[in-house]
């Protein structure tokens, strides 16, 4: 047996070696256009900016290596141009000869990432000082003129998951950063109320962050890029930029023999990564994963799901049984001392997918606050009816990666929002709370779900807006009202709500709050134990109404 | 309807506070013999060792505080000291007036944790210079004893949990720390290849660790303690002692009314904390576990099951439905930068247990090594007919709990050993590996349980005791096997095995080895599928053996 792996990254050796795991006789071939073989591409930003100690600790092995260890033939430099599969044979050419030989398979593996997803102004144009993040070669590329040019200031295009890295990286380097998106904020695979706090970050740690702002224009200067011209018309000028607008598959080879494209535009795999062509398998950047959720076609280049999909191509291909089980689009960016993650839907996908989701908002602290634990942000989505956990969202700078791991682990084994209460949580005072932050929001969202229901931001600003009929109650204490209250709202003090029912109409409907979410629960408690139909606890309370305030750039339903 | 509980700490302010979110007309009381409610006992080594800023941090609540957010009536200072169960009426005492009135309920919650577990030789005795650790009030008394005396030398007697948070804390204060244990190493509750290793931390960072050696006589001053003799002649002398050899529950008041212990002598409770008294609860570390695994009743005092039983007595006594579903004793302890924590059963236990477990030991870096991650040692047992996961214990300086956690909630869904892979856990550089630590040990636990079987450091050293027929395959390089190898192991460097399989019978029996049994699977996998009958790979490598060796103080095993 002859397995062929185009690609030699995290999918391709992935797939190779479990191949050779399950068997010796198979013969197996990587080729790879790259000079590297299995390197760390995604960490070359953390090189530049001096957390990897030098840019070749991303590349710790070779084809050598893998031919000692695995009896893997690995050829860099080897562009797989063209592909016979009814003969099953793939023209190679050396990209430092210029030769081009034939080579046969019985199995073939699409593990060829990416291309970059060029926005058109940058279009088949080259800089000297405009660079991509990818591979380790790119990275050599950037450090060498970081090196020598010594740039003070650069322009990051793009903040998605790697604009933020870059951008994090090249301010640790001591350049002086610009960010900009064409959407409002960073990280757009997440709910705008949590990604408004990703632009404060930037923000507090003197990265200037332009929402909303493409890059229309370029004012070249022969090879070197003199400034940018923006969407909103302003004009950047740095030292150097930073093309951070993503990737899409690097389809056209497969596309080229026939092999079927998925609704993402990445190659449509079933659950042992066999393209819709016998023999023919596709795994890691270039391949459609499906939501573990949905169950839906989605594409998220991770080089978690490359490994895993690699892994699994290599086991089938070999006899193996393993098969994908799709993923829950966790991702995680650490970024300034914060860290944020998500797993699973965002309010707004489970909205779009016809749920109507029960979603809380809540802070909770790492550990003991005593202790010096710190607050984190955590915004749960769940499904009321059946209790089915469907996303969260988390922001904070402590034990976020703890809780979306635990959380992505709930929902990958289908636990309901109830159970979260009854995981045997680690607890001693420096690493967390009796109630960790992962059982509270079970509790939250069972309270929630069974008989407490809960208003979001948006809803209760719709309430104002729509002049709806509804009391709002301010429970804090009379000096935070004082201070600051939403419009309309009266103030109850938690401690007077018991002695001072008879102010209010048991029939009507209202919606209580206070900074968090937690105070007013307890009122909400009060309330509905005592008889009163139809109330509501703002989740998130003044905080996340403030966010959406600032989100839509009107404060003006604040009073104080 | 009235709710009388008996202690006022983690499990009894959950159960109030519970009951009072489900309803406003039960009255609720708490007495409590203590000067403080809810108050956060487990810390106060914490606040002596500058963790925390003051002690009284760690009472943040009082009585008025209870009772004007939630109309609680909090009695502090309040013992009840006798109970009519057949009336229904509890007598209590005011502790500081020394009046007794009487009091009715509906239902009696019994919530009043623990008494110390007394060494014979410390038993009816008080020094002036000896401490315990549980509420805050007797931190409060060590802490003046410290500002006061400004001791310089502790010994403090018993390695468990508490023990060691008070051996850090003391040694941060300043002081010399010396530690004794009756057992040969700390944290009891764990496979001695794992607690070996807390040995060395506390040894590593000062503090002297005496296993092995309980306290048999006192050298006594008046009320000041000199010095310590132990089982081992030897006489310890420190300017203060704590004395940390656990806690028992304080069941004699429940006896009194006919109230049932269990098993381990706690009592009672079925999976909605009711004993086998009508109207009759019990909570936290005065209540009965039971194991999420076995079934079996277990007793374990933290505070995380404490509230958690606290809360579903309040609940169930409210007409809630809420119930326990068992603990998998988790427990973690952060020792001088390292953490080590366990959950589900031990090795040992599950031998005890009838289990025949797979073991697997593995070394697993917390992030990328390139990004600064540091390794941890990652324990796992399973049960291989079933893929069922047993337990785990990981000691390391990173993301230890994550692992913990995550695996925690993986055994509480039932999840299978091999579906620890599926998990889509949250990857960056500075936070995991693209196949984290739980997801390789779910990998390798498959494997091993699949076709490629593992042998522990203890049955390979029975192997070599007995002088078993079985080659034993050292795949490091030569330098390493020349500097220190297992008695009688050949040499076969990875690199040359597919070479020099001729030299080896495929019918014999092989054990393979390397430092930590990466290395060796492939090996083992070269040999398997190269159809070798019966191929072992040691697993934790030369790591794990020469630990065991370590334990049994036999080094003679190694030549080299």
Same mark, same amino acid.
Request: aromatic share 6%; no cysteine.
């Given at each position: 047996m002859k397995i062929v792996i185009i690609g030699g990254v995290a999918a391709g050796t992935n797939a190779a070696v479990r191949a050779r795991r399950n068997s010796e006789d198979a013969e197996i071939v990587i080729y790879d256009r790259d000079v590297d073989v299995a390197h760390a591409g995604f960490a070359t930003h953390y090189a530049v900016g001096g957390?990897?100690?030098?840019?070749? !600790?991303?590349?710790?092995?070779?084809a050598q290596w893998f031919k000692d260890i695995y009896n893997i033939d690995v050829k860099t430099q080897h562009e797989v141009v063209k592909i016979n599969h009814d003969e099953k044979t793939v023209i190679v050419k050396?990209?430092?000869?210029g030769k081009e030989v034939a080579d046969q398979y019985d199995s073939l593996i699409f593990a060829n990432g990416t291309v970059f997803g060029t926005p058109p102004v940058f279009r088949d144009k080259s800089f000297s000082n405009v660079f991509r993040i990818k591979t380790v070669q790119l990275g050599r590329e950037l450090q060498n003129f970081i090196n020598e040019e010594k740039p003070k200031s650069a322009v990051v295009i793009g903040a998605g998951y790697i604009g933020l890295g870059v951008s994090e990286q090249l301010t640790n380097a001591g350049l002086n950063v610009r960010t900009l998106d064409f959407l409002k904020y960073p990280m757009a695979q997440l709910d705008h109320d949590i990604s408004t706090y990703i632009a404060d970050i930037l923000e507090e740690n003197g990265v200037t962050f332009h929402g909303n702002e493409g890059v229309t224009e370029l004012q070249e200067n022969g090879e070197y890029l003199e400034s940018v011209t923006t969407s909103l018309g302003n004009e950047f000028k740095a030292d150097m930029y930073i093309v951070a607008t993503g990737v899409r598959p690097n389809t056209e080879l497969a596309e080229s023999i026939g092999v079927e494209l998925g609704e993402t535009r990445a190659i449509k795999v079933n659950e042992k990564m066999q393209?819709?062509?016998?023999?023919v398998y596709a795994v890691g950047d270039i391949a459609e994963a499906f939501h573990a959720i949905t169950k839906k076609p989605i594409y998220l280049p991770l080089a978690t799901t490359a490994s895993k999909m690699g892994r699994i191509a290599g086991d089938v291909i070999t006899g193996g049984d393993l098969t994908f089980k799709g993923i829950l689009g966790t991702s995680v960016v650490r970024l300034f001392g914060n860290t944020i993650a998500g797993t699973g839907m965002t309010e707004e996908l489970a909205r779009q997918d016809g749920f109507e989701p029960v979603v809380l908002t809540s802070v909770q602290s790492d550990h003991l606050s005593f202790m010096g634990g710190k607050d984190m942000i955590i915004k749960a989505v769940a499904h009321p009816e059946t209790e089915r956990l469907l996303g969260f969202q988390i922001i904070g700078p402590e034990g976020v990666e703890r809780r979306i791991d635990v959380l992505a682990t709930a929902m990958t084994a289908n636990m309901?929002?109830? !159970?979260?209460?009854?995981i045997d949580l680690a607890f001693t005072p420096p690493v967390s709370?009796?109630?960790d932050p992962v059982m509270y929001t079970g509790m939250a969202l069972t309270n929630a779900i069974k008989n407490s229901p809960l208003i979001t931001a948006k809803e209760m600003y719709r309430c104002i807006e729509d002049k709806d009929d509804i009391t709002i109650i301010d429970v804090r204490d009379a000096e935070a009202y004082e201070n600051e209250h939403l419009e309309n709202a009266i103030n109850i003090p938690l401690k007077e709500v018991r002695g001072r029912l008879? !102010?209010?109409?048991?029939n009507s409907r209202i919606a209580i709050y206070c900074n968090s979410g937690r105070t007013s629960y307890t009122a909400q408690r009060i309330l509905l134990n005592r008889g009163f139909k139809e109330v509501y606890n703002l989740t998130g309370g003044l905080m996340s109404f403030k966010n959406l305030l600032h989100d839509l750039d009107n404060m003006s339903k604040m009073n104080g």
């Open positions: 957390r990897v100690d030098s840019m070749e !600790e991303l590349v710790p092995y070779d050396d990209l430092q000869t393209t819709n062509l016998k023999d309901k929002a109830s !159970e979260l209460f009854d709370t009796p109630k008879g !102010e209010l109409d048991p």
